[in-house]
């Protein structure tokens, strides 16, 4: 499935959006350990298989808790994108 957390307002659209079918292959859950902010959490899903999620009390603020990861010009690999060896993990803005 593919999950997206987050919204659109006047400025854009910010989703972070998580392929979890990719998770239910993922031997090590990295993307948890990886963000700074703890937005990541594992998840079972209706299937019993555990997905990776952004906790609830992130998803209306995603564009300002990401900030740090984002600087305006040389933007280092981002540290959620990097850590998902799978490819699971994309960013809207
Ligand atoms: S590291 Fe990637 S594939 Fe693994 S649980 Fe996190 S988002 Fe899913
Ligand atoms: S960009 Fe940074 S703060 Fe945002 S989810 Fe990824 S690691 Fe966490």
Redesign the pocket.
């Known amino acids: 499935m593919i999950a997206n957390y987050g919204y659109m307002d006047g400025s854009g659209e910010y989703y972070i959006t998580?392929d979890t079918g990719?998770?239910t292959e993922?031997g090590?859950?990295?993307?948890v350990e990886a963000c700074p902010k703890g937005m990541?959490a594992?998840e079972t899903d209706d299937y019993d298989d555990e997905?990776?999620v952004i906790r609830e009390e992130f998803r209306k603020q995603i564009k300002y808790m990401c900030a740090e990861c984002k600087p305006v010009s040389d933007r280092p690999p981002l540290p959620c994108v990097e850590?998902?060896t799978?490819g699971?993990?994309t960013h809207s803005w």
């Open positions: 998580i990719k998770c993922c090590h859950h990295n993307c990541f594992i997905v990776a850590a998902c799978s699971a993990v």
